[in-house]
Nanobody, 125 residues
Framework: QLQLVESGGGLVQPGGSLRLSCSAAQFTFDYSSIGWFRQAPEKEREGVACISPVGNPKYADSVKGRFTISRDNTTNTVTLQMNNLKPDDLGVYYC???????????????????WGKGTLVTVSS
């Protein structure tokens, strides 16, 4: 079981940038897909980006060209670089983990087994 910890959230103006991190202490991180999801008030959790154990990324259409997901297995960290943030990007951002060697990362949230507690991103002027 992965114990995931998110960090890096905060308040930013529209057009600004934030970098979120998802870290885990377990060795199983190396062969786990990691996904970033967000949940805005009164909305369902939605996928933002994910990355497979071998580093193949996927992005939601709403963040393509603005967000970049990457992983460093030497530090057990997945980073979500968010640029040109918009008010619609507001929400609590969660990272999820799914152990298993695979070329592609799963998109649906219910494919992920372990979850962090989330970090809040607020985009407002």
């Amino acid at each position: 079981q992965l114990q995931l910890v998110e960090s890096g959230g905060g308040l930013v103006q529209p057009g600004g940038s934030l970098r979120l991190s998802c870290s885990a202490a377990q060795f199983t991180f190396d062969y786990s897909s990691i996904g970033w999801f967000r949940q805005a008030p009164e909305k369902e959790r939605e996928g933002v980006a994910c990355i497979s154990p071998v580093g193949n990324p996927k992005y939601a259409d709403s963040v393509k060209g603005r967000f970049t997901i990457s992983r460093d297995n030497t530090t057990n960290t997945v980073t979500l670089q968010m640029n040109n943030l918009k008010p619609d990007d507001l929400g609590v951002y969660y990272c999820g983990g799914r152990p298993g060697r695979s070329w592609e990362c799963p998109v649906p949230a219910d494919e992920y087994i372990d979850w962090g507690k989330g970090t809040l991103v607020t985009v407002s002027s």
